[in-house]
């Protein structure tokens, strides 16, 4: 280089007064070709990329599985929860209904890894040992069940703690607030809010509901940022309303539950049902059970005896064997029968009446009960009629009410019937129903003649009624039933209420266990009856099973349920009296009735 | 003159962008309200069915007949002193 040297001095050289950088000396001499190759070599390099893009994208079969996952960096599928349907009573009080609570899940590699506190802390919260939450997740699996249906504010908490692997999911359980009193009728759900038992049961496919989802796109905070479609709305489950009365519900429960208290009885059961619209507005038993907590559930709690129980309904059956040959103009209300002395052989097998009635009316056998009376006027008929009306009212027949494990009860074909069965029978021995198709049978004494189909659900409009007995017949039965409560030697004097008018007939019989009368002697205590006699609005039948003290006679056992439940179900209802006698003194010893 | 256009152009592309841009924004934001909405929907339904439950809950019959006999004194009332009144009657 010749530079003048001299210092601060530009490194330009001053004497050419050329600029240093284009000073020819410096210029490198290159063959052109090298800058060419690497122009080129850098084109096929972007070319390989653009043909590798086309390539997957647009060609590839790994296609799909691409634009997939890269969808799923942003996009997101969400469920759309959807809510079970409540239950509620015919007023809309609630009786089942669903309250959000959460599903907690842990992956237990990455909570085991956690702070030895955080996992007391979790403990806690889940109100389990620290030992029982190290036990759960001594599981090789990816995600294990901590607890399900835990408050959403405890899972608040859980989120809180701010612990790895913990996933809260949201779900739903059944709370009801009518508790033991509603059970037998309402049922509930498992931990799956699949319906188990009664109307849960039988309403299943209308009370689920069908969750939805939806594509969304979220930004880096978890944002939900904007909807892409394809969604599925949830639909939420229908909300059913049930034919039930909870003010009724709870009276029909609680005089029930005293009375098998009082007479020492092991069960019992009660249905009230409303006359003009077949409608069940109550259907109690006791024992029963709280649904919301079932962990000492015993098969006695459960049982719905209303429903799915049959047995000998005795006594009360009687009315309806009259009621046949009273239609069928065999006899009339006066037609006197000579019961006679209290003993009566048919083939060697005797049938008796609790005392020597005498000749007395047809009137006077339902009002005093007498077995015999009720047998010589069975006799008198064809077996095929009356099976036929044992038929007609429902007896041995399945029930079509949409209620899960109702029985048929039992009517045996009548071409087997014996003399002595079809007699016995007449007077509801060798047969077996259960109370709430006893109680429908009366539907035709307390409608005129006619009987409708019951139902658990509300109902806006008067079924159509098959007609069974003229309605003069009705009438006719009307009067006989009132006697056995007003008579003078009525079997169910207990079943009086003051301010109303009352009819029904009272049954008791001797159990049947392992196809015998059982020895000592068990009995179950029935009364089927209808209130207000003037223009009957409710039917009720109650049932005493097994009762150890303080009598064991329908008469005593059964009907001052009875009268105890309708009295104050008249009075919720606002039925105005239809009787002057406002107080009644209920003789001590109201008699006894035949079986 | 072809220069005049492409500024027009230019312009015109640019308020386009802008426009868009300022569109998906809004949508944005409409849709973050919109989901605010529904949580807040679902959060009442919930609450209501809650209240309905509670309505249920206190208002059971046991209670209520639990409290009226206790505290407030209260009997069941008997035909027998109950006046009835009838429409059109004197």
């Given at each position: 280089?010749?530079?003048?040297?001299?210092?601060?001095?530009?490194?330009?050289?001053?004497?050419?007064?050329?600029?240093?950088?284009?000073?020819?000396?410096?210029?490198?001499?290159?063959?052109s070709?090298?800058?060419?190759?690497v122009?080129?070599g850098?084109?096929?390099?972007?070319?390989?990329?653009a043909a590798?893009?086309?390539?997957?994208?647009?060609t590839?079969?790994?296609?799909?599985?691409?634009?997939?996952e890269?969808?799923?960096?942003y996009?997101?599928t969400?469920?759309?929860?959807?809510v079970?349907?409540?239950i509620?009573?015919?007023n809309?009080?609630?009786?089942?209904?669903s309250?959000?609570?959460?599903?907690i899940?842990a992956?237990p590699?990455?909570?085991?890894?956690?702070?030895?506190e955080?996992?007391?802390a979790?403990?806690g919260?889940?109100?389990?040992?620290?030992a029982?939450?190290?036990k759960?997740?001594?599981s090789?699996?990816?995600?294990v069940?901590?607890?399900?249906?835990?408050?959403?504010?405890?899972?608040d908490?859980?989120?809180?703690?701010?612990?790895?692997?913990?996933?809260?999911?949201?779900e739903?359980k059944?709370f009801?607030?009518?508790?033991e009193?509603?059970?037998?009728?309402v049922?509930f759900?498992?931990?799956d809010?699949k319906?188990?038992?009664s109307?849960?049961?039988?309403q299943?496919?209308?009370?689920?509901?069908?969750?939805?989802?939806r594509?969304?796109?979220?930004?880096g905070?978890g944002h939900?940022?904007?909807?892409?479609?394809?969604?599925?709305?949830?639909h939420?489950?229908?909300?059913?309303?049930l034919?039930?009365?909870?003010k009724?519900?709870?009276?029909?429960?609680?005089q029930?539950k005293?009375?098998?208290?009082h007479?020492?009885a092991?069960?019992g059961?009660?249905?009230?049902?409303?006359?003009?619209t077949?409608?069940?507005?109550?259907?109690?038993?006791?024992p029963s059970?709280?649904?919301n907590?079932?962990?000492?559930?015993?098969?006695?709690?459960?049982?719905?005896?209303?429903m799915?129980d049959?047995?000998?309904?005795?006594s009360?059956?009687k009315?309806?064997t009259v009621?046949l040959?009273?239609?069928s103009?065999r006899?009339?209300?006066?037609t006197?029968?000579?019961?006679?002395?209290g003993?009566?052989q048919i083939?060697?097998?005797?049938?008796s009446?609790?005392?020597?009635?005498?000749v007395?009316s047809?009137?006077?056998i339902i009002?005093?009960?007498?077995?015999?009376?009720t047998?010589?006027?069975?006799?008198?008929?064809?077996?095929q009629?009356?099976?036929?009306?044992?038929?007609k009212?429902?007896?041995?027949?399945?029930?079509?009410?949409?209620?899960?494990?109702a029985?048929?009860?039992r009517?045996?074909?009548y071409k087997?019937?014996?003399?002595?069965?079809?007699a016995?029978?007449?007077?509801?021995?060798?047969?077996?129903?259960?109370?709430?198709?006893l109680?429908?049978?009366?539907m035709?004494?307390?409608?005129?003649g006619?009987?409708?189909?019951?139902?658990?659900e509300k109902?806006?409009?008067?079924?159509l009624?098959q007609?069974i007995i003229?309605?003069?017949t009705?009438?006719?039965m009307?009067?006989?039933?009132?006697?056995?409560?007003?008579?003078?030697?009525?079997?169910?004097?207990?079943?009086?209420?003051?301010?109303?008018?009352?009819?029904?007939?009272?049954?008791?019989?001797?159990?049947?266990?392992?196809?015998r009368?059982?020895?000592p002697r068990?009995y179950?205590?029935?009364?089927?009856?209808m209130?207000?006699m003037?223009?009957?609005?409710?039917i009720?039948?109650?049932?005493?099973?097994?009762p150890?003290?303080n009598?064991h006679?329908?008469g005593s056992?059964?009907?001052p349920?009875?009268?105890?439940?309708?009295?104050?179900?008249?009075?919720?209802?606002n039925?105005p009296?239809?009787?002057?006698v406002t107080e009644?003194?209920?003789?001590a010893?109201?008699?006894?009735?035949?079986? | 003159m072809s220069?005049?256009?492409?500024?027009?152009l230019t312009?015109?592309?640019?308020?386009?962008?802008l426009?868009?841009?300022?569109?998906?924004y809004?949508s944005?934001?409409?849709?973050?309200?919109?989901e605010?909405a529904?949580?807040?929907a679902?959060?009442?339904d919930?609450?209501?069915?809650q209240?309905?439950l509670?309505?249920s809950?206190?208002?059971?019959?046991?209670?209520?007949?639990?409290?009226a006999?206790?505290?407030?004194n209260?009997?069941?009332?008997?035909?027998?002193?109950?006046?009835?009144?009838?429409?059109?009657?004197?």
């Amino acid at each position: 280089m010749r530079s003048s040297g001299g210092t601060g001095t530009a490194r330009v050289a001053r004497s050419q007064g050329v600029a240093f950088s284009k000073s020819p000396v410096l210029a490198v001499r290159l063959p052109s070709w090298r800058s060419r190759v690497v122009l080129f070599g850098m084109f096929i390099a972007f070319g390989a990329l653009a043909a590798r893009a086309v390539w997957l994208q647009g060609t590839s079969s790994q296609q799909q599985f691409l634009q997939k996952e890269g969808a799923n960096r942003y996009q997101r599928t969400q469920e759309l929860p959807a809510v079970r349907g409540k239950i509620t009573d015919r007023n809309g009080q609630v009786l089942a209904s669903s309250i959000p609570v959460r599903a907690i899940w842990a992956a237990p590699e990455e909570v085991l890894a956690a702070p030895k506190e955080k996992i007391r802390a979790l403990a806690g919260l889940l109100e389990m040992s620290e030992a029982e939450l190290r036990k759960k997740l001594d599981s090789d699996r990816n995600l294990v069940y901590l607890k399900r249906q835990v408050e959403v504010e405890t899972a608040d908490k859980i989120k809180a703690l701010d612990l790895d692997g913990m996933d809260i999911r949201p779900e739903y359980k059944r709370f009801y607030p009518q508790g033991e009193v509603m059970t037998h009728l309402v049922g509930f759900t498992n931990v799956d809010d699949k319906g188990q038992e009664s109307m849960e049961l039988a309403q299943q496919a209308n009370l689920v509901g069908r969750p939805g989802s939806r594509r969304v796109i979220k930004d880096g905070r978890g944002h939900i940022v904007e909807d892409i479609g394809g969604k599925i709305e949830p639909h939420n489950g229908k909300d059913v309303v049930l034919s039930v009365d909870s003010k009724i519900q709870y009276i029909a429960y609680t005089q029930l539950k005293q009375a098998v208290e009082h007479f020492g009885a092991k069960a019992g059961g009660a249905v009230v049902l409303d006359v003009h619209t077949g409608e069940v507005l109550a259907l109690a038993n006791y024992p029963s059970y709280d649904p919301n907590d079932r962990r000492n559930l015993t098969g006695a709690q459960l049982r719905n005896r209303v429903m799915t129980d049959s047995f000998e309904p005795g006594s009360t059956l009687k009315p309806i064997t009259v009621a046949l040959a009273l239609d069928s103009g065999r006899v009339k209300p006066n037609t006197l029968i000579d019961t006679g002395n209290g003993r009566l052989q048919i083939l060697d097998r005797p049938i008796s009446d609790t005392k020597a009635h005498g000749v007395i009316s047809v009137a006077q056998i339902i009002e005093m009960s007498s077995n015999i009376g009720t047998s010589k006027i069975a006799l008198s008929m064809p077996s095929q009629e009356m099976w036929e009306m044992f038929t007609k009212v429902g007896f041995g027949q399945q029930p079509k009410w949409g209620f899960p494990g109702a029985v048929a009860g039992r009517v045996r074909p009548y071409k087997s019937w014996r003399p002595i069965e079809q007699a016995t029978m007449s007077y509801g021995n060798g047969i077996s129903v259960s109370l709430i198709q006893l109680a429908r049978s009366y539907m035709m004494f307390a409608r005129n003649g006619d009987t409708i189909p019951l139902s658990f659900e509300k109902v806006d409009k008067e079924p159509l009624g098959q007609q069974i007995i003229k309605p003069q017949t009705a009438a006719q039965m009307r009067e006989m039933l009132e006697s056995v409560v007003s008579g003078k030697d009525g079997t169910a004097k207990k079943a009086q209420i003051p301010g109303y008018r009352v009819g029904g007939k009272t049954g008791t019989a001797y159990k049947v266990e392992n196809g015998r009368y059982a020895m000592p002697r068990k009995y179950i205590g029935s009364f089927v009856g209808m209130v207000p006699m003037s223009a009957p609005r409710f039917i009720i039948a109650v049932m005493i099973d097994e009762p150890t003290q303080n009598g064991h006679f329908g008469g005593s056992v059964a009907a001052p349920t009875f009268a105890a439940v309708a009295i104050n179900a008249l009075r919720a209802s606002n039925v105005p009296p239809d009787s002057n006698v406002t107080e009644i003194v209920v003789p001590a010893d109201t008699g006894p009735e035949a079986m | 003159m072809s220069n005049k256009v492409n500024i027009v152009l230019t312009a015109l592309l640019v308020a386009c962008g802008l426009s868009a841009v300022n569109a998906q924004y809004q949508s944005r934001h409409l849709f973050v309200d919109k989901e605010r909405a529904e949580a807040q929907a679902r959060q009442l339904d919930t609450e209501w069915a809650q209240l309905q439950l509670d309505q249920s809950t206190l208002g059971k019959h046991a209670r209520i007949e639990e409290i009226a006999r206790r505290e407030l004194n209260m009997t069941q009332l008997t035909p027998n002193r109950t006046q009835y009144l009838t429409e059109g009657e004197k």
